[in-house]
C-alpha cells in the first residue's frame, strides 16, 4: 500500500524574543497509508495545529521532510507549494467555511473550476460526491438551508472534490451532535476507503478515535501510537 503521507523527522519551534523558544514538534515520523484512516489525539497546546498545517504544506518546518504521496515537498517554491495543495491535499475544519452565497454542488464544483476542470466535468463530480454522502437531493440547496451535518457533509465532498492523496481533518465533527457526528464520520470514512487517499484526522473524541484504523498521540513535541 502507498504512503499518502509520510512526516519523517520533523521539527518546529518559534521564538519567543531574542532568546526564548518554544519546541512544538520534536522529531515527528509519521506515515499515513492509502486507504488508511489515523486518528491525531493531542491535548490542548500540544501541537496538533502546527502539525498539521506543515503536513498541508500551510507552514515550513524547521528541519525533516514531508513526502504527499511519495513526492518530496521540502523547499519547494511557494508557487509548487501551493499548487501541491490544490490537487493533492484536502482539508475539513469544525466549521464547514461553505460560501453562503453558492448551492452545494457549486462549493464543490468551484475547487475544481480553479484547478482548470470544465464546468461539465466539475458539475458531474460534485454530483457524484454528493450522491455518495446521501446528499444528492440536496445539491441545489445553499448553505443556509442545509443542517449542520448536511453542511459538514458538502464541507467533505469539496475537500475531496480534486481527487487528494491526502485529507487533513481539525476536529471535523467537534460542532455536532452525537448523532450526525456519527453520520459525518460515516459518510467520510466510507469516501476514504472508496477513494484511497489516506486521512488524518485530529480528535478530542476518544470513541469516534477508536473507531478509526489507527490512533496516534501528540504530547510535548512527540508523537507515539496509541490506544
Not at 43 to 49: D, F, N, R, V
Not at 109 to 133: I, M, S, W, Y
Amino acid at each position: 500500500m502507498n504512503d499518502a503521507l509520510r512526516l519523517s523527522g520533523i521539527e518546529k519551534g518559534y521564538h519567543l524574543g531574542k532568546s526564548n523558544e518554544i519546541r512544538v514538534l520534536n522529531g515527528i515520523d509519521l506515515m499515513v497509508a492509502g486507504g488508511e484512516v489515523v486518528a491525531l489525539v493531542a491535548p490542548s497546546g500540544a501541537g496538533k495545529s502546527t502539525l498539521l498545517h506543515i503536513a498541508g504544506l500551510l507552514d515550513a518546518p524547521d528541519a525533516g521532510t514531508v513526502f504527499i504521496g511519495g513526492q518530496d515537498m521540502t523547499g519547494r517554491a511557494d508557487r509548487a507549494r501551493t499548487q501541491a495543495r490544490r490537487q493533492n491535499i484536502g482539508f475539513v475544519y469544525q466549521f464547514h467555511h461553505l460560501l453562503p452565497e453558492f448551492t452545494a454542488a457549486e462549493n464543490i464544483a468551484l475547487p475544481q473550476l480553479a484547478n482548470g476542470a470544465t464546468p461539465a466535468v466539475a458539475n458531474a463530480r460534485a454530483e457524484d460526491l454528493l450522491t455518495r454522502v446521501g446528499l444528492s437531493h440536496r445539491s441545489g440547496h445553499r448553505p443556509a438551508e442545509l443542517s449542520g451535518g448536511e453542511q459538514q457533509r458538502v464541507a467533505f465532498c469539496r475537500a475531496l472534490a480534486n481527487g487528494p492523496a491526502v485529507l487533513l481533518a481539525d476536529e471535523p465533527t467537534g460542532n455536532l451532535d452525537p448523532g450526525t457526528s456519527d453520520t459525518v464520520f460515516d459518510a467520510l470514512v466510507a469516501l476514504v476507503k472508496e477513494t484511497g487517499m489516506g486521512a488524518l484526522i485530529a480528535t478530542h473524541n476518544l470513541e469516534l478515535a477508536a473507531r478509526m484504523d489507527r490512533v496516534v498521540r501528540l504530547d510535548a513535541g512527540v508523537l507515539a501510537n496509541g490506544g
